[in-house]
């Protein structure tokens, strides 16, 4: 069985169980940049997360899996492996939160 599923049971016949929604806090100010590390491969960096650890984890994966790309948290950064700059800025505007592009 899955580490997050869980077994409910109720004899309640208008029993409901409500699925958390995922609230990543208020609106945030990221900055997304990019950096070249050795052998040519690039790096997408956000920065400027203020929250807690749990929610950059929600966004970090929210972000990978609309890159289909590799990545982690570190430092309350958010680091994506490839070059996605320009669609992680769409894809954090799109979700009411205010993304600029940094660097080069």
Known sequence: MAKNSHIVF?????????TPERNT?????????RRKLG????LTIVTGFKGNLSDLKIISKDLK????S??????NEILIQGD???KIVSILMNKGHIAKPSGG
């Open 10 to 18: 109720s004899t309640d016949p208008n029993y409901a169980e409500e």
């Open 25 to 33: 806090g208020s609106k945030q100010d990221f900055r997304v940049m």
């Open 70 to 75: 590799g990545g982690t948290v570190k430092n």
């Open 65 to 68: 899996t609309s890159c289909s």
């Open 84 to 86: 996605h700059r320009d």
């Open 39 to 42: 052998g040519g491969k690039m």
